[in-house]
C-alpha cells in the first residue's frame, strides 16, 4: 500500500450478521478507488461498557485496538440503525470511548460521514439527531450526511446487490476523503 494512500475508517452501528448497514459499508469498502483503504470496524461487541475509570493507561485492549484504528484513519465512515428512537447502545458506547481519547489522532478534528439506510416509517430520524450532536461533542468534522434507502431484499451476500444504489455509492470515498 502506497504511504499516501487515503485511508477510511468504516464503523457500523449493528451488531447483526445480516446487517444492512453493515453490507453497505462492505459495499462501500468494495469500492474504494486504488489510491484508498477501507477498514470495517469489527470491534465493537468486544467494548467494556464506556467508564472513565478505565480510560487510562493501560487501555483495555479493545479500547486501544478501536483508538489505535481511528488514529490510522484518515476519514471515518458511520452507518447505524436506529433501536427505541435512538443510537444502538453497543455504537454509542464505541463513541464515548472515542470522545475520551486526547491524542491529536482522535476523532476530533476528523472528517466523519454517515449514511442513512433505514426503511422505517421516520427514516431513522432520532438516531441520526442524536448522531449529529454526538459527533459535534466529539469535535469531528461533519462531511457527508446521505440517506439511501437499502432494503433487506437488495441485500446478497453481505454486499448490496442493487445497481442502482451502488451506483450512488461510487463518489462516498471522494466526498469523504478529499
Ligand atoms: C428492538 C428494536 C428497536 C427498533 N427501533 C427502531 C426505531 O426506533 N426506529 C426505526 O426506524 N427502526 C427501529 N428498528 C428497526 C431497525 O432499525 C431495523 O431493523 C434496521 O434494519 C436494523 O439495522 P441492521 O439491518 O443494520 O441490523 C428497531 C429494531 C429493533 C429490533
Same mark, same amino acid.
Given at each position: 500500500m502506497p504511504s499516501t494512500a487515503h485511508r477510511a475508517l468504516l464503523i457500523s452501528g449493528s451488531l447483526r450478521s445480516g446487517s444492512t448497514n453493515t453490507a453497505l459499508l462492505r459495499t462501500v469498502a468494495a469500492l474504494a478507488p486504488a489510491d484508498a483503504t477501507a477498514e470495517l470496524f469489527s470491534g465493537t461487541a468486544a467494548l467494556p461498557y464506556f467508564d472513565p475509570d478505565l480510560d487510562r493507561d493501560p487501555l483495555p485492549p479493545p479500547v486501544q485496538e478501536l483508538r489505535d484504528a481511528v488514529h490510522a484513519a484518515d476519514a471515518l465512515l458511520i452507518c447505524t440503525p436506529e433501536y427505541a428512537g435512538a443510537l444502538p447502545g453497543a455504537f454509542k458506547n464505541l463513541l464515548e470511548w472515542l470522545?475520551? /481519547?486526547?491524542?491529536?489522532?482522535?476523532?476530533?478534528g476528523k472528517p466523519v460521514g454517515w449514511i442513512n439506510v433505514s426503511t422505517g416509517p421516520t427514516g431513522a430520524r432520532d438516531a441520526h439527531e442524536s448522531l449529529r450532536i454526538v459527533l459535534t461533542y466529539a469535535g469531528a468534522r461533519i462531511v457527508l450526511s446521505d440517506s439511501i434507502t437499502v432494503p433487506r431484499s437488495a441485500i446478497a451476500d453481505?454486499?448490496?446487490? /442493487?445497481a442502482s444504489i451502488v451506483e450512488r455509492l461510487a463518489g462516498t470515498f471522494d466526498r469523504l476523503l478529499r
Open positions: 470522545i475520551g /481519547d486526547n491524542d491529536p489522532r482522535s476523532i476530533s453481505g454486499l448490496v446487490a /442493487d
